[in-house]
């Protein structure tokens, strides 16, 4: 088999670990000791983890959250979710055919009490909201608990190998999310009365306060004076025809997979979604070495930050805006994807259809909140706080702002904090949550100095480390305000440093010296895609703004302000005056892969599924609401829509958007009972009968 493993990346550092076999339907496999399952597998490029006992479908990973049951596995003889179950040295894993059947067990259950962990606040979620907060109470001494269901802190935040936005100084503006993790676990670990539980899944609230979690197979009761749900969001799934086939996931498990786990998932991946998740995402996949064949949003222009977007097209990532997902093709694994445009009215344009060869689809249109245990919590009148993305869908610059808010708010009802809450945090957390403002376009100066910084950012977005960062201090922002597009005050000022193109996190700032030859002056461009893609004297292709070739150029020299900036390299060439403003990117892929026409019309859309777990179409869902159906516990009852593993985290927002489209108010739907456990818990952890946790 072939052997997935990323043994190089341009940000990344490959770690040692240790190799250990495993065996995979009768198969002796290598694998990593403590890495999931599921990317064990993925690393044997193994993607179908079983088949369907309704139809016979393929099953593969889909979240890789733990928040779908789309990855189970036979591990040991235990039912587990692969995305969730570290591997250990001989296990025996085995696919999901049909019902597992469980081993026998003739030993009579005797359930022992399960002892309830007392703590003043307990935080559900060790992202970046959670561990602000935790950084607030630690402050001031407060008994603190946090648990998360992952093997390390941070997160999302240990996905993400790009340098975040924001301020330097609030919320490590310049430093990429897998270093702000580290740096706000170090701060945690300054304070003893803050405890952290990992591998640790937060499944329900109960009315007597009691908050439920499971540690492997042991169940915890805990009660917490003061709960704040720092769970964060789980990706929206989208409905078409071929959308649950091994090889079409969420972003964010492409992301694990990738930059956690170091596995390369796919050799070419399409990307529907043209939100920061999406566009962050592509250019993961390029740091990976994996060809982004496109990507589509249906909107006329991207929603995420133009400079993310920017990157990708001088990399020669073609976007297509006002497009749609259409189907996708494959028998056990995806083998191309159909693409369509959108006119005004939101419909498909007849005869636009575009069919991309790829192995992967990323999905990647939205999030939606993680927010059960708060509303629950709020049910029972406990006194519960929610922050992060359970809160609002934002950046994780504003996660931490909102954590620190709440942290200081549960002090204060504790009667630990008797101060006013900084207002400057609101205003802060307001401005990084706000939208990207109005794209505003400046023609490139003509020769203005000897040597100065040419800014390629054209829209409004909270974000100044170029500030921060200039000795001289001769960049500002408009207005002095965060969200202000940068300039240079003085020319005359720039030294040249380039400290400049290697902090900025959109890669938007080039350095252009006029010192050696005017006519061919040298430029200076910022580049964090593998290191040996460039060398001395090697002809690159290098691009304006929108992606365009301006010519090419051998380099020069290889840079980098690796002690201060490490991971971004800065390339030098030299090029024709008129052209060195224009010059921002170096394209690394070649010829974009052509479509092909397959069909000239849509496969039936009711072909769709809409709920994964029990393979329920979005044409018999329609058939009910025609009939008449208005309650979603009675679509449940006749379809089993929702009444699989996951709880309707994935269908529950589709169906809602099947109502509507059948022109049905939300209003007047009654909507589904959420079950008392939000995870799914073998009925012998809650009776204990797998150990206790009296060793914490």
Not at 68 to 74: E, G, M, Y
Not at 150 to 165: A, I, N, P, W
Not at 660 to 684: A, C, N
Request: proline letters at 6%; a negative charge.
């Amino acid at each position: 088999m072939t052997d997935r493993r990323i043994r190089e990346h341009p940000i990344l550092d490959i770690p040692e670990k240790e190799e250990v076999h495993f065996f995979w339907n009768g198969k002796r496999l290598k694998g990593l000791k403590g890495e999931t399952i599921s990317s064990a597998l993925f690393a044997n490029n193994i993607h179908i983890f079983g088949h369907h006992p309704k139809d016979g479908s393929p099953q593969g990973l889909f979240c890789a959250n733990g928040q779908c049951s789309q990855c189970l596995v036979i591990a040991d003889k235990v039912p587990v979710k692969a995305c969730m179950t570290p591997l250990s040295p001989g296990m025996v894993i085995e696919s999901v055919e049909g019902i597992p059947e469980l081993p026998a067990d003739d030993d009579p259950v005797k359930p022992r009490p399960i002892p309830v962990t007392e703590v003043d606040v307990l935080i559900i979620g060790a992202g970046p909201a959670g561990l602000s907060a935790a950084v607030e109470l630690g402050k001031l001494g407060i008994d603190t608990l946090i648990i998360d269901d992952k093997d390390r802190v941070g997160g999302k935040l240990v996905l993400q190998t790009h340098k975040f936005f924001g301020s330097v100084e609030d919320s490590h503006a310049g430093t990429r999310g897998f270093e702000i993790a580290s740096l706000l676990a170090e701060e945690v670990a300054e304070f003893p009365c803050v405890r952290t539980w990992l591998n640790t899944t937060a499944v329900g609230v109960f009315s007597d306060g009691i908050v439920g979690a499971v540690t492997g197979r042991i169940y915890r009761k805990i009660r917490p004076k003061r709960l704040l749900v720092a769970t964060g969001a789980r990706e929206r799934m989208l409905s078409f025809p071929g959308n649950t086939l091994p090889g079409i996931f969420g972003a964010g498990a492409f992301q694990t997979l990738v930059n956690r786990d170091l596995v390369k998932t796919s050799d070419k991946v399409f990307i529907v979604g043209g939100g920061n998740v999406g566009l962050i995402a592509a250019y993961h996949a390029i740091q990976a070495g994996i060809q982004v064949v496109g990507l589509a949003e249906a909107l006329p222009q991207i929603g995420g930050y133009k400079v993310h977007a920017d990157k990708l097209k001088r990399l020669g990532v073609p976007i297509f805006t006002s497009h749609t997902v259409v189907s996708a093709q494959g028998k056990d694994h995806v083998e191309s994807v159909t693409i369509a445009e959108l006119d005004t009215h939101g419909n498909i344009v007849p005869g636009s259809y575009k069919t991309f060869e790829v192995d992967t689809v990323l999905i990647a249109v939205g999030l939606a909140e993680v927010n059960e245990f708060y509303l629950k919590a709020k049910e029972w009148g406990m006194d519960a706080y929610v922050a992060g993305d359970a809160q609002e869908i934002a950046e994780a610059s504003a996660a931490m702002f909102t954590g620190k808010i709440e942290g200081l708010k549960i002090a204060k009802s504790l009667g630990r904090y008797q101060e006013v809450i900084p207002k400057e945090w609101e205003k802060k957390a307001a401005v990084l949550k706000s939208k990207p403002g109005a794209i505003s376009i400046k023609t490139p100066p003509d020769k203005a100095g000897e040597v100065m910084p040419v800014f390629h950012c054209y829209q409004e977005i909270a974000c100044n480390p170029c500030i921060s960062v200039c000795p001289e201090h001769a960049i500002r922002t408009e207005g002095d305000r965060i969200t202000g597009l940068p300039y240079i005050t003085d020319v005359s000022l720039c030294k040249g440093c380039m400290s400049c193109v290697a902090v900025c996190p959109g890669l938007a700032i080039t350095l252009v010296d006029y010192n050696k030859d005017p006519q061919h002056p040298t430029v200076t461009l910022p580049y964090e895609i593998g290191r040996k893609t460039v060398e001395v004297g090697q002809e690159i292709q290098v691009t304006d703004d929108d992606g365009n070739v301006l010519g090419s150029y051998p380099v020069k020299k290889i840079l980098s302000l690796k002690k201060k900036f490490p991971g971004t390299l800065l390339i030098q060439i030299e090029m024709e005056a008129d052209k060195a403003p224009k010059a921002i990117g170096i394209r690394v892929q070649g010829e974009e892969v052509r479509p092909s026409m397959v069909y000239g019309e849509a496969p039936p859309p009711d072909e769709a599924i809409v709920c994964r777990c029990e393979r329920v179409t979005a044409g018999e869902i329609r058939n009910a609401i025609r009939n008449g159906v208005r309650d979603m516990n009675h679509l449940k009852a006749i379809t089993r829509a929702g009444m699989g593993a996951c709880g309707s985290k994935t269908c529950r927002p589709i169906i809602s958007r099947l109502f509507k489209e059948e022109g049905i108010d939300i209003e007047q739907v009654t909507d589904l009972v959420d079950r008392p456990l939000f995870v799914e818990v073998p009925l012998g952890t809650f009776g204990g009968v797998f150990g206790d946790d009296s060793d914490e």
